[in-house]
């Protein structure tokens, strides 16, 4: 963490809608130039937390600051150095991909012949200038979240905020869209996003908070959240009939955890070649996948649940 006041803190947060407690009561904090993320299933509160640090939702209890302000007190003036990337794409698909940029960016007082400079330098970095005459519509899934994050860079954000900026996109196009959110992290852009995506969050995030039901179950960078609450690699058996039963001291040591789910095993250990021959032997899988551990592996020990649950 930097030695500068963070940039997000957090103290107590809560989110209620009537009966239901979304957020409750989560520390954390963002420091500046990182990219942080807050990973979970849907439903573990991470779209609630970020609406009140967007400042589009009241806290119900709890201290919030953004940018050293309060998001109550002070929205406005948060708004105008934030970008914001939502779940949903909210671009006139009527317009051309420069005019989203351009009017967009007209919202925070600038004037047109900056905005044009702006556009035309946000294309460029989104790979979107050879589209900027063309109608918005029929771009696919992939270049509309390209430019949605060009219009949300339109002011020079002090804070990027990033709610499930991949979901619905294909592989290849998750792909492209980490690659502009690595350089805008090199460039030094503080990025705050949610995903329910393990890779999408080793691949971007400093640092991260794992969600669950509004609470958070645990806090730190991928590769030590793997290292402190699993094992370095992972035995996948699956069966072509009902799953056996299995016992981790049948393996001599070589098996840390074992975790049964519906359609396989799960043999945790930290050398997955020296055991898969014990394996065969002792389960008969049909077949066996030796993987290193992720993010996946730590949400499912934490909470019992895999993240697509």
Same mark, same amino acid.
């Given at each position: 963490?930097?030695?500068?006041?963070? @940039?997000?803190?957090?103290?107590?947060?809560?989110?209620?809608?009537?009966? @239901?407690?979304?957020? %409750?009561?989560?520390?954390?904090?963002?420091?500046?130039?990182?990219?942080? !993320?807050?990973?979970?299933?849907?439903?573990?509160?991470?779209?609630? +937390?970020?609406?009140?640090?967007?400042?589009?939702?009241?806290?119900?209890?709890?201290?919030?600051?953004?940018?050293?302000?309060?998001?109550?007190?002070?929205?406005?003036?948060?708004?105008?150095?934030?970008?914001?990337?939502?779940?949903?794409?909210?671009?006139?698909?009527?317009?051309?991909?420069?005019?989203?940029?351009?009017?967009?960016?007209?919202?925070?007082? *600038?004037?047109?012949?900056?905005?044009?400079?702006?556009?035309?330098?946000?294309?460029?970095?989104?790979? &979107? %200038?050879?589209?900027?005459?063309?109608?918005? $519509?029929?771009?696919?899934?992939?270049?509309?979240?390209?430019?949605?994050?060009?219009?949300?860079?339109?002011?020079?954000?002090?804070?990027?905020?990033?709610?499930?900026?991949?979901?619905?996109?294909?592989?290849?196009? =998750?792909?492209?869209?980490?690659?502009? *959110?690595?350089?805008?992290?090199?460039?030094?852009? #503080?990025?705050?996003? #949610?995903?329910?995506?393990?890779? $999408?969050?080793?691949?971007?995030?400093?640092?991260?908070?794992?969600?669950?039901? !509004?609470?958070?179950?645990?806090?730190?960078?991928?590769?030590?959240?793997?290292?402190?609450?699993?094992?370095?690699?992972?035995?996948? &058996?699956?069966?072509?009939?009902?799953?056996?039963?299995?016992?981790?001291?049948?393996?001599?040591? *070589?098996?840390?955890?074992?975790?049964?789910?519906?359609? =396989?095993?799960?043999?945790? +250990?930290?050398?997955? %070649?020296?055991?898969?021959?014990?394996?065969?032997?002792?389960?008969?899988?049909?077949?066996?996948?030796?993987?290193?551990?992720?993010?996946?592996?730590?949400?499912?020990?934490?909470?019992?649940? +895999?993240?697509?649950?």
């Amino acid at each position: 963490m930097s030695a500068e006041a963070p @940039l997000i803190r957090a103290r107590g947060l809560v989110k209620r809608f009537g009966a @239901l407690t979304a957020v %409750d009561g989560v520390d954390f904090d963002v420091a500046k130039g990182e990219a942080f !993320g807050f990973l979970g299933p849907n439903g573990a509160g991470k779209s609630s +937390t970020m609406r009140m640090i967007g400042c589009v939702s009241p806290r119900s209890g709890g201290e919030l600051t953004v940018l050293g302000l309060d998001p109550e007190r002070d929205g406005p003036r948060i708004r105008s150095r934030l970008g914001v990337v939502p779940q949903q794409d909210t671009l006139d698909t009527e317009l051309t991909v420069r005019e989203n940029v351009v009017i967009y960016g007209r919202y925070f007082g *600038l004037s047109r012949r900056d905005l044009q400079e702006r556009a035309r330098r946000l294309l460029e970095f989104v790979q &979107l %200038d050879e589209r900027a005459n063309d109608r918005v $519509e029929p771009l696919s899934g992939g270049m509309k979240r390209r430019l949605t994050i060009a219009r949300a860079l339109v002011n020079d954000p002090d804070l990027l905020l990033l709610d499930e900026p991949t979901t619905g996109l294909d592989p290849q196009a =998750r792909h492209a869209l980490w690659d502009r *959110l690595f350089r805008l992290k090199q460039q030094g852009v #503080t990025l705050v996003l #949610t995903t329910h995506y393990m890779d $999408e969050a080793e691949q971007l995030c400093d640092r991260l908070v794992i969600m669950d039901r !509004g609470r958070i179950a645990e806090e730190g960078s991928p590769a030590e959240l793997i290292r402190r609450l699993s094992t370095r690699e992972v035995v996948e &058996l699956r069966f072509a009939e009902e799953t056996p039963a299995v016992d981790a001291a049948v393996f001599n040591g *070589l098996v840390a955890r074992v975790e049964v789910l519906p359609d =396989r095993i799960l043999l945790y +250990t930290d050398d997955g %070649d020296a055991l898969v021959p014990g394996a065969h032997e002792r389960l008969h899988p049909q077949s066996v996948l030796v993987r290193r551990s992720t993010l996946e592996d730590v949400f499912l020990r934490l909470t019992g649940r +895999t993240l697509v649950d």
